[in-house]
């Protein structure tokens, strides 16, 4: 099992930055490939973008790209998501997830809310 907390959601103006974390603990030697995803009321849930764990290699939404960076820290089992120049499109429940492979997402965590004001 892998549990994942998510943190550092908020209310922010638009244009502002906020640093979401996701720290993991448990089995986490399966756990290839990290991913953010967030949800809007609504709306379905969304793909923001993920980065492998061993190559660091990031891919991300078209809707992210220029803005969001994703970043892990492999001693502190924690995997970060910049967000930049945020819109209030961007509000939404943002959550982490992590499985073996791209795609194949098992372990969710609880989610943090992020407020982007206009």
């Known amino acids: 099992q892998v549990q994942l907390v998510e943190s550092g959601g908020g209310l922010v103006q638009a244009g502002g930055s906020l640093r979401l974390s996701c720290a993991a603990s448990?089995?986490?030697?399966?756990?290839?490939?990290w991913g953010w995803f967030r949800q809007a009321p609504g709306k379905e849930r969304e793909f923001v973008g993920h980065?492998?764990?061993?190559?660091?290699?990031?891919y991300y939404a078209d809707s992210v790209k220029g803005r969001f960076t994703i970043s892990r820290d492999n001693a502190k089992n924690t995997v970060y998501l910049q967000m930049n120049s945020l819109k209030p499109e961007d509000t939404a429940v943002y959550y982490c997830?992590?499985?073996?492979?791209?795609?194949?997402?098992?372990?969710w965590g609880q989610g943090t809310q992020v407020t982007v004001s206009s």
């Open positions: 448990g089995r986490t030697f399966n756990s290839n490939v």
């Open positions: 980065i492998t764990w061993s190559g660091g290699i990031t």
């Open positions: 997830a992590t499985g073996k492979t791209v795609g194949a997402y098992i372990y």
